[in-house]
Antibody, heavy 117, light 106 residues
Framework: EVQLVESGGGLVQPGGSLRLSCAAS????????MNWVRQAPGKGLEWVAN????????DYVDSVKGRFTIARDNAKNSLYLQMNSLRAEDTAVYYC??????????WGQGTLVAVSS | EVVLTQSPATLSLSPGERATLSCRAS??????LAWYQQKPGQAPRLLIY???NRATGIPARFSGSGSGTDFTLTISSLEPEDFAVYYC????????FGQGTKVDIK
């Protein structure tokens, strides 16, 4: 059974930093692209970033470029999202998502990031 | 950026009725479109990929159609568990989602 378990969310002040982690199990992690997708309270889904199997290729939504960094450790079956210069509009539930052919096939339960003073 | 526009925003129907949801892309995405279902407090679930292929375990009452810029998700006969929010997503040029259609009980 595929499991994706996010951690690292919490309350942070504007301008602050946070690092999200995702522990993956139940599949060969190194074989798949991985993504972060977020959802602001009461709003729709927004793709944030993705990373290729061995980390050689990464992409980001324009609103987080230069502030967020996606990374992975295949030896630890883990995905990360380093978030710097956080803004109120980054407040959301952040989901770790397994990608198969560009489709979001498996989702974690999400971790809430709240940016507020 | 490919913008996906879903309509209607809300669809009020009764169990047993047919639901027809629309997703329109700002430029052609070929058949590179998926549909997801999200229930309150849960993560989304993949229903349809490549415009018309049901994901593993998805009931046959869910079907997808379309190509290019116009796509449709049809639920042939609504079950109580189908009342939820539905999102379309494209992978042709980056990754973007539509804003969602809420299917609620009339």
């Amino acid at each position: 059974e595929v499991q994706l378990v996010e951690s690292g969310g919490g309350l942070v002040q504007p301008g602050g930093s946070l690092r999200l982690s995702c522990a993956a199990s139940g599949f060969t992690f190194s074989n798949y692209w991985m993504n972060w997708v977020r959802q602001a309270p009461g709003k729709g889904l927004e793709w944030v970033a993705n990373i290729r199997q061995h980390g050689s290729e990464k992409d980001y939504v324009d609103s987080v470029k230069g502030r967020f960094t996606i990374a992975r450790d295949n030896a630890k079956n883990s995905l990360y999202l380093q978030m710097n210069s956080l803004r109120a509009e980054d407040t959301a539930v952040y989901y770790c998502v397994r990608d198969a052919g560009g489709w979001f096939v498996d989702w974690g339960q999400g971790t809430l990031v709240a940016v507020s003073s | 950026e490919v913008v996906l526009t879903q309509s209607p925003a809300t669809l009020s129907l009764s169990p047993g009725e047919r639901a027809t949801l629309s997703c329109r892309a700002s430029q052609s995405v070929s058949s590179h479109l998926a549909w997801y279902q999200q229930k309150p407090g849960q993560a989304p679930r993949l229903l349809i990929y490549d415009a018309s292929n049901r994901a593993t375990g998805i009931p046959a009452r869910f079907s997808g159609s379309g190509s290019g810029t116009d796509f449709t998700l049809t639920i042939s006969s609504l079950e109580p568990e189908d009342f939820a929010v539905y999102y379309c997503q494209q992978r042709s040029n980056g990754r973007t989602f539509g804003q969602g259609t809420k299917v609620d009980i009339k």
